[in-house]
């Protein structure tokens, strides 16, 4: 059964549980708990780069939130996606309903071993100005932990 409630109710009724929601407007959410390739989705204006990566992740994309026929956010592998694209003034306004998700943003041409690596906690976008850029997650082993040098690949790191 479809549930209809207000857009802005969107994102906190996924973050609870997976539901197929239609929003009172153009905001929708579809979930497919085996995966998008088993329960249909759209891509419609989504980027190159991200309709690849989200065709070759559609197996463990379980839900997905659209603004029109656009994917707004995704769930893939537990950590929620958006992507930093603008479509129109509507489809902004639907996205910043997106906050209590926790999301990890990801720009318009990832390529996959970056959008794989954000998944795996390895690296982050952080917003820089207008522009996102890369940041390594710093993990650190026991014997760091007493005073020695990050693991990351950054030169310039000064942990």
């Given at each position: 059964m479809v549930k209809r409630m207000a857009q802005r109710d969107i994102p906190y009724a996924v973050k609870y549980r997976g539901v197929d929601i239609e929003g009172y407007g153009s905001m929708w959410t579809k979930w497919t708990p085996e995966g998008l390739r088993r329960g249909g989705y759209k891509l419609g204006y989504l980027p190159d780069r991200l309709r690849k990566i989200v065709m070759a992740r559609a197996d463990s994309i379980v839900q997905v939130i659209y603004s029109y026929d656009t994917p707004i956010a995704w769930l893939d592998a537990g950590q929620w996606?958006?992507?930093?694209?603008?479509?129109?003034?509507?489809?902004?306004?639907?996205?910043?309903?997106?906050?209590?998700?926790?999301?990890?943003?990801?720009?318009?041409?990832?390529?996959?071993?970056?959008?794989?690596?954000?998944?795996?906690?390895?690296?982050?976008?952080?917003?820089?100005?207008?522009?996102?850029?890369?940041?390594?997650?710093?993990?650190?082993?026991?014997?760091?932990?007493?005073?020695?040098?990050?693991?990351?690949?950054?030169?310039?790191?000064?942990?």
């Open positions: 996606i958006v992507p930093d694209v603008s479509y129109s003034p509507t489809s902004g306004k639907h996205r910043s309903y997106l906050s209590v998700l926790g999301y990890e943003l990801v720009p318009w041409d990832c390529p996959l071993d970056e959008y794989l690596r954000v998944l795996n906690a390895q690296m982050r976008f952080v917003r820089d100005g207008g522009r996102l850029i890369t940041k390594p997650v710093r993990t650190f082993s026991d014997k760091q932990l007493g005073g020695g040098e990050c693991n990351c690949s950054n030169p310039y790191c000064q942990v």
